[in-house]
């Protein structure tokens, strides 16, 4: 169910359009089905509909104008809140919407049970999947009621309806969604030949240029490099204050440029919280692994994390995870950049929620992410493939980590851009896979039945699926690579089916080779040509990149 409120000066105006049929074809039957005192007098019902409603209208009005007489009526006396079922809800009866009418008043504020000071309210149906509630906001007492956040608390009262009655379950947000187009930027957009408006646009750059930048120096740096105008504000001190974003070609009627702070872009925008995202940390130099190997591990034990860790180091990780899938775009091979484009945009929303993130927890994985997009890329074939298992992994595990929280947006959001991410994973996986493949095929029959042991011993429930697999050749392969690295293979096996469940796997043979090669570190084959060569990014050219992933990253 979704709630809508709105306010208005007019309750004749309002009772009016509730029960025409004439102007509103969509108004079939309307009639009371709920009131303040269960005696309101129904013009849907009455023989003199026009003289019913007058009677409405003044019960409705009466505290409103004993407090005009004394000053005290607010200017906008009227509360409207239409409550609507989904499409595929089955149609209420007159008495269960009675209830649920009762229990929004309740919830908002507007005429708690029990209290006989509450406003006076009806609540209509003029059509079989909602209804309006209709009320004046003085109380007997001629108090002005208490309905601040009362479409909150109106959309948590209509989740535990939907509980009741076993209704759909609607996603619902926690107020930390980034602000919707408007109507008319969306047009104005549109006349631009743009499928997005320049909100959305910058929205995408200024995200992309946060996880690129190591300070908010080169931040500012970035976004001036991408072609975007910047307007920083500062404290007397010289303190940066806040920034504004703007692009050239966006202009007002005057022509002069529309700006966006931060935090109108995104609520993590904001330049206090890209601030507490930026704050220096040491240097790589220290660091034993590369940067794409501790990016590899940091999505590789996410989920373990998110089982283990508190809320606030949970929702630190889950942001790294959305700049791990923002920087990507600017390093992917071309062939699936958009994909991964979709699945950072798609994470965006689950990126933060209520719950303010604990980032020192996560900085070493952040200083590895701000690295990958200067280091030259890895040219094993294989090692992109295995990166992305390994944050569709993560991805799913942060989808379970919201849902478990009642984050019902940022699972969704979690749910679509793992969608995405499947999709590149597989493009990404086809050539070095091949190559285990193939490798696997020209193995001698002696260690084919060597490893097939080892399958049935560490692996005896799943074992006869795994080797009439056409993926079982790859992992053979596999297997061996890892026994000729100093490694027991049946050790790693185990390990790696201990950390997920492989019975809804479309391939078991195909999600063990990339999880043993992550586990135990290993390459393709020294030969193999690289699924791409990703030359060094210099900083200069990784200010350039944002505007690529802008264009890309909406593109549907």
């Known amino acids: 169910m979704i709630a809508k409120i709105s306010s208005g000066k007019s309750t004749a105006g309002l009772i009016r359009y509730l029960f025409d049929t004439k102007k509103a074809k969509s108004h079939t039957d309307p009639h009371l089905v709920a009131s303040f005192d269960g005696f309101a007098p129904d013009p849907g019902r009455a023989n003199d509909p026009d003289a019913a409603r007058k009677l409405l209208v003044a019960d409705l009005d009466l505290h409103v104008k004993q407090a005009k007489r004394l000053g005290q009526a607010p200017e906008k006396h009227v509360w409207h809140c239409s409550v609507r079922a989904a499409g595929s809800d089955r149609h209420l009866t007159d008495e269960e919407w009675a209830d649920v009418a009762r229990r929004v008043v309740h919830a908002t504020g507007i005429a708690p049970e029990g209290d006989p000071d509450g406003c006076r309210w009806v609540a209509v149906r003029h059509a079989p999947d909602h209804i309006h509630i209709a009320a004046t906001t003085v109380q007997a007492d001629l108090r002005t009621a208490r309905h601040w956040n009362d479409y909150l608390t109106a959309d948590r009262e209509l989740a535990t309806v939907e509980n009741h009655y076993g209704l759909h379950q609607v996603v619902r947000g926690d107020r930390t969604a980034a602000k919707r187009p408007t109507r008319a930027e969306q047009e104005k957009a549109h006349r631009a030949g743009h499928n997005t408006t320049p909100r959305e646009r910058l929205r995408t750059t200024v995200r992309t240029a946060v996880t690129a930048a190591s300070d908010t120096e080169e931040f500012f740096a970035i976004l001036g490099g991408t072609g975007v105008l910047v307007d920083i504000q500062r404290f007397p001190s010289g303190d940066v204050r806040g920034y504004k974003v703007a692009l050239s070609d966006d202009t007002n009627a005057a022509g002069e440029p529309v700006w966006f702070s931060g935090s109108t872009l995104a609520p993590d925008l904001s330049f206090p919280k890209i601030n507490e995202r930026l704050t220096p940390t040491s240097s790589y130099a220290a660091c034993r692994r590369s940067a794409w190997q501790q990016v590899t591990d940091g999505a590789d034990q996410l989920p373990a994390v998110l089982d283990e860790a508190d809320d606030a180091a949970g929702q630190a990780h889950i942001t790294v995870l959305a700049e791990t899938l923002d920087a990507l775009p600017l390093i992917a091979p071309a062939s699936y950049r958009t994909q991964l484009a979709q699945a950072a945009a798609a994470f965006e929303r689950a990126s933060r929620s209520r719950t303010r993130a604990r980032h020192q927890q996560a900085q070493a994985t952040r200083r590895a992410v701000k690295a990958i997009v200067r280091e030259p890329a890895p040219k094993d074939g294989a090692f992109f493939a295995i990166l992305l298992d390994a944050l569709l992994l993560a991805v799913v595990a942060a989808q379970h980590w919201h849902r478990t ?152």
């Open 405 to 556: 929280r009642r984050h019902d947006q940022q699972a969704e959001a979690a749910r679509q851009a793992a969608r995405y991410l499947r999709a590149a994973y597989q493009a990404a996986a086809v050539q070095p896979l091949s190559v285990i493949h193939q490798r696997g095929v020209r193995l001698t029959v002696t260690v084919q039945q060597r490893q097939a042991a080892l399958v049935r011993q560490a692996l005896p429930d799943l074992s006869e699926k795994i080797l009439t697999e056409p993926g079982w050749p790859a992992l053979a392969a596999t297997l061996a690579d890892a026994q000729s690295a100093g490694h027991d293979p049946a050790v790693l096996l185990t390990k790696t089916t201990r950390r997920r469940e492989l019975g809804t796997a479309d391939s078991i043979s195909e999600v063990l080779v990339w999880r043993l090669r992550r586990s135990a570190h290993l390459t393709t084959t020294p030969h193999d040509p690289p699924a791409f060569d990703h030359r060094r990014t210099p900083p200069a050219a990784a200010q350039s990149a944002p505007r690529a992933v802008d264009g890309s990253a909406r593109r549907r």
